[in-house]
Structure formats: structure tokens, C-alpha cells
């Protein structure tokens, strides 16, 4: 499969494509999107990183005694009995 991929300027609302001789009586598809403009948000990008590197380093720990608690609970749960009124 030949692919063709390049940036276009749109000029009127229209861009022309000049494709090879061997593309013609083929049906071809096309996917027209939007370029990402890399310098703009590159700034927006940085600051999301901080803040979410900062949540992420807000997340507290658990110490082994934290989970033996957590895991001693659990076993409590499984072993009660529902009594019947």
C-alpha cells in the first residue's frame, strides 16, 4: 500500500493535491485534520505536567503496616456471618 503524507496550506477554504501517475482510476481516501501546532501548547502541555506531577507526588504512601491493617480487616469481613432475624 502507497501512502502519501504531507502538510497542506489551505488557501480559499481549498488545497490541491498533486498525486503520482500510478494513483490514477484508483479511489483514494482522504483524511483532512488539523495540524498540531506543537509551539503553542507546548507551554500549556509543560504546566499540565507540573500539576499532575505534583498531584502525583501528593498521593500518600501506604507503610507495610498500613496494608497488614487493610489485609486483617478483609479477613475480618470474610469471616462474618449474616444472622437471620
Given at each position: 500500500?502507497?501512502?502519501?503524507r ?23 481516501e ?56
Amino acid at each position: 500500500m502507497e501512502a502519501i503524507r504531507n502538510i497542506y496550506s489551505v488557501e480559499n477554504k481549498q488545497i490541491v493535491i498533486n498525486l503520482p501517475a500510478n494513483f490514477k482510476h484508483k479511489s483514494v481516501e482522504v483524511i483532512v485534520l488539523p495540524v498540531y501546532e506543537y509551539e503553542k501548547t507546548e507551554q500549556v502541555s509543560k504546566n499540565k505536567k507540573s500539576e499532575h506531577l505534583e498531584k502525583l507526588l501528593n498521593v500518600s504512601v501506604w507503610k507495610e503496616t498500613d496494608i497488614q491493617q487493610i489485609t486483617d480487616s478483609g479477613k475480618l469481613l470474610n469471616e462474618w456471618k449474616i444472622e437471620k432475624f
